[in-house]
């Protein structure tokens, strides 16, 4: 697989927290929806604890799972790998396999990724786990669009795409 088509997701608050206790400290849906349009069909790539978060598998995403243990799966939708370049050879038939976090697997993933898609969330959290700091010597923004508190989000919060310069 071409590493320039391995993309990193993610939805950070202005402090870069994504998470606390293992769970998105927002409700947003329309990050959700966008989450869903980008990523089905294509691999995502995760951390153990993500996997461990999730209600179920995600339709239409092979789920590839980092983790330090052996395991396996009898599901052809969910595969297990030990590192983030076994994650990327998993995905090598996938034209833009998502790294989904947690926040270990992001900061390995960043040197391999040539795209960030960012929600971010125009308000500072507590959290126990924070997203990376883009630098702007290595990424720049292609896209930002503003959306504002409405009846089904609580916080305002900026669609953002930056590419590896």
């Known amino acids: 697989m071409n590493k320039s088509n391995l993309t990193i997701i993610v ?3 202005t402090n870069n927290i994504i998470g606390k206790d293992n769970k998105l400290i927002w409700h947003l849906p329309d990050d959700l929806k966008r989450f869903k349009k980008l990523t089905s069909g294509h691999n995502i790539i995760m951390g153990r604890k993500t996997f ?3 209600p179920g598998l995600l339709p239409r995403r092979k789920h590839i799972i980092i983790t330090r243990s052996k395991e396996n799966s ?4 969910v595969v297990y790998v030990n590192s983030i ?3 990327i050879e998993a995905s090598k038939e996938d034209s833009n396999p998502f790294v989904i976090g947690g926040g270990e ?3 390995m993933a960043m040197d391999y990724c040539n795209k960030i898609e960012i929600t971010r969330i125009n308000s500072y959290f507590d959290g126990d786990t924070s997203f990376p700091l883009i630098d702007s010597n290595k990424w720049e923004k292609k896209f930002d669009e503003f959306h504002d508190i409405d009846e089904n989000h609580k916080q305002s919060f900026n669609f953002e795409t ?3 310069k």
């Open 11 to 13: 939805a950070a608050s």
């Open 52 to 54: 461990d978060s999730f």
């Open 74 to 77: 009898s599901s052809k939708m």
């Open 85 to 87: 370049e076994e994650a």
């Open 105 to 107: 697997i992001y900061k």
């Open 162 to 164: 930056y590419e590896k």
